[in-house]
């Protein structure tokens, strides 16, 4: 079986000593048939008074940290083993009753399901619907795969992926707009063309791991990373990546799934003290296959 660690580590820096206030820490993968958790380590420095971990409202771990001392240097270091089982990569036969668009979602899951249909983001001239509509063929029934694969090829090819110091993620007219984002930005603008199509989807967060072979095609590594998944009647959900065009789950670690980006942040919290106090942040991610990690080892041996 397949095995990646994640090392993730996460410093503030303060130019005097400040308090701090609740964090809460969505770093934990989420355990499945296709992923699970073999060990995992969160080292919190200055040590906080209170650790108690939750399951939000979307079933995502989360841990939630209280402090009681002053310190200039805030450190979240967070160790994790997981083992690793891609899927098959996903296809529809004729016979699945989403194979063909549009399709219907049955009575007893579309209550559940509701809120990942309605749009939440404004699209007042009809620009975003128009872009969905594209991947529509004019007269016959398009077959769903082709309209979900056009859009997660159809994103990474035409828009340019773009590191934003900003916060948050940007409205997906912007996105459309612009032509270019992060890949919270792609996810959220995929997710939001899906919904005026009717299609179920929400927002994934989590890690890439980026293969050797592969470095020159997949960006995202070295920090965290966030693509869509799709919810398709007798198929369950499914994930598109667009910044990277990856349908399924290879190489994509899944952490937190949320109807939308700000439900799914993977480190947030407050500190207690002026503006100017704050200097800087400082995040590293790695994301290493067993066979990566024993390399790495057998060199520094031999160094």
């Not at 159809?154 to 828009?159: L, P, S, Y």
């Not at 290493?288 to 080892?297: I, P, R």
Request: glycine share 6%; with cysteine; hydrophobic share 35%.
């Amino acid at each position: 079986m397949p095995l990646l660690t994640i090392h993730h580590k996460t410093e503030y820096r303060y130019n005097r000593p400040v308090a701090f206030g609740e964090h809460r820490i969505m770093l934990r993968p989420r355990d499945s048939h296709d992923l699970r958790v073999l060990e995992s380590r969160l080292h919190i420095s200055p040590q906080p008074m209170s650790l108690h971990w939750i399951h939000d409202v979307f079933g995502n771990s989360v841990a939630i940290a209280n402090f009681d001392e002053r310190a200039e240097v805030l450190t979240f270091d967070w160790h994790v083993t997981v083992e690793h089982n891609p899927v098959e990569e996903f296809a529809l036969t004729p016979d699945d009753p989403a194979y063909f668009y549009p399709f219907v979602y049955d009575d007893e899951e579309f209550p559940d399901l509701m809120h990942y249909v309605t749009p939440q983001y404004t699209d007042p001239d009809g620009e975003l619907s128009e872009w969905a509509r594209s991947f529509l063929d004019e007269e016959a029934p398009t077959p769903t795969f082709k309209i979900l694969s056009g859009m997660t090829h159809g994103i990474r090819k035409a828009f340019k992926y773009r590191k934003r110091h900003e916060q948050g993620t940007q409205h997906p007219l912007d996105t459309l707009q612009t032509g270019g984002g992060t890949c919270r930005d792609y996810a959220l603008f995929m997710i939001e063309a899906l919904r005026r199509l009717g299609i179920a989807a929400r927002f994934v967060s989590g890690y890439i791991f980026v293969p050797e072979d592969l470095e020159t095609r997949h960006v995202g590594g070295g920090s965290t990373h966030a693509w869509v998944q799709v919810y398709l009647p007798s198929a369950g959900w499914i994930e598109f990546d667009p910044t990277n065009g990856i349908v399924g789950t290879r190489d994509l670690i899944r952490v937190a799934v949320a109807r939308e980006p700000r439900q799914a942040i993977p480190l947030h919290g407050v500190y207690l003290g002026s503006a100017e106090a704050f200097e800087a942040m400082e995040v590293n991610i790695k994301v290493v296959s067993d066979d990566q990690e024993n390399d790495e080892k057998l060199e520094t041996e031999v160094l």
